[in-house]
């Protein structure tokens, strides 16, 4: 006789699924959507705004590209599927699930402290990275540099070439540091942050309301009182900036 198999469903807070749900990476095949999500605002899904947005923006080339901070996304195979010879760094070690692209190099290194020739990059993407810069405590940073964010700028901008793009995504709010997670970019600070730089195009998002991400205007993204203290992503709430760059100083 076979044996009968019973289900006991166990409910979960919203805020313990999406943690697990982050953690095992989710399931983009299934043939349902996944509720929307509920509750507080929180940063759950952020990067799929983000790494959506620089695919979107990713100009075509046959040029060479330069991904910092790459993390675990797919931003430097995806440039290289555009037709880049693409230079990816991160501080910790790469995390990919592919074989090896021949024209994608991936690097375990500090920015801060690396020689990149003069010129030489088309494209940088720069993609929810810059604002750890210098913050000591976390990814191995142990060295603080209250303006490392602003160094690593310079160092990129003048590693790119004459009319070059970067692509920049970064939190945006009121202006503040929480250390050692983030930096927010606002008013004060982000003109700071793309000095020398041109902005060709700029979009907002936030979460107001509810906890699902919307356009919003610059304005209004800038003048968002972020919380960043936890550890816990599904602690923190900021908006998100994502702008074109384009390299107009020396």
């Given at each position: 006789?076979?044996?009968?198999?019973?289900?006991?469903?166990?409910?979960?807070?919203?805020?313990?699924?999406?943690?697990?749900?982050?953690?095992?990476?989710?399931?983009?095949?299934?043939?349902?959507?996944?509720?929307?999500?509920?509750?507080?605002?929180?940063?759950?899904?952020?990067?799929?705004?983000?790494?959506?947005?620089?695919?979107?923006?990713?100009?075509?080339?046959?040029?060479?590209?330069?991904?910092?901070?790459?993390?675990?996304?797919?931003?430097?195979?995806?440039?290289?599927?555009?037709?880049?010879?693409?230079?990816?760094?991160?501080?910790?070690?790469?995390?990919?699930?592919?074989?090896?692209?021949?024209?994608?190099?991936?690097?375990?290194?500090?920015?801060?402290?690396?020689?990149?020739?003069?010129?030489g990059f088309d494209l940088v993407i720069n993609c929810?990275?810059?604002?750890h810069v210098g913050l000591a405590g976390r990814y191995?940073?142990?060295?603080?540099?209250?303006?490392?964010?602003?160094?690593?700028?310079?160092?990129?901008?003048?590693?790119?070439?004459?009319?070059?793009?970067?692509?920049?995504?970064?939190?945006?709010?009121?202006?503040?540091?929480?250390?050692?997670?983030?930096?927010?970019?606002?008013?004060?600070?982000?003109?700071?942050?793309?000095?020398?730089?041109?902005?060709?195009?700029?979009?907002?998002?936030?979460?107001?309301?509810?906890?699902?991400?919307?356009?919003?205007?610059?304005?209004?993204?800038?003048?968002?009182?972020?919380?960043?203290?936890?550890?816990?992503?599904?602690?923190?709430?900021?908006?998100?900036?994502?702008?074109?760059?384009?390299?107009?100083?020396?």
């Amino acid at each position: 006789m076979p044996v009968a198999h019973i289900t006991i469903p166990i409910p979960l807070p919203q805020g313990v699924y999406s943690f697990l749900k982050k953690i095992r990476g989710g399931n983009r095949k299934t043939s349902t959507p996944p509720a929307a999500p509920e509750g507080a605002p929180n940063l759950e899904g952020d990067r799929d705004i983000e790494w959506t947005w620089v695919g979107a923006n990713l100009p075509p080339g046959r040029g060479r590209a330069f991904d910092f901070g790459s993390g675990e996304s797919n931003l430097a195979l995806e440039a290289a599927l555009r037709g880049y010879r693409v230079t990816s760094v991160d501080l910790t070690p790469p995390v990919r699930r592919y074989v090896r692209h021949p024209r994608v190099e991936y690097l375990q290194a500090d920015l801060l402290t690396m020689r990149l020739p003069k010129g030489g990059f088309d494209l940088v993407i720069n993609c929810s990275t810059v604002e750890h810069v210098g913050l000591a405590g976390r990814y191995s940073v142990a060295e603080e540099r209250p303006d490392g964010d602003l160094e690593a700028m310079r160092i990129l901008h003048r590693a790119m070439k004459s009319g070059a793009t970067m692509l920049l995504t970064i939190p945006v709010g009121m202006d503040e540091v929480f250390k050692p997670l983030t930096r927010v970019y606002g008013k004060k600070r982000l003109p700071r942050l793309t000095e020398g730089f041109g902005i060709l195009r700029q979009d907002f998002w936030w979460k107001k309301g509810s906890n699902l991400w919307a356009p919003c205007s610059r304005a209004e993204a800038l003048g968002f009182q972020a919380s960043a203290g936890s550890w816990n992503y599904l602690e923190n709430i900021y908006a998100l900036g994502c702008l074109v760059l384009k390299k107009t100083g020396r």
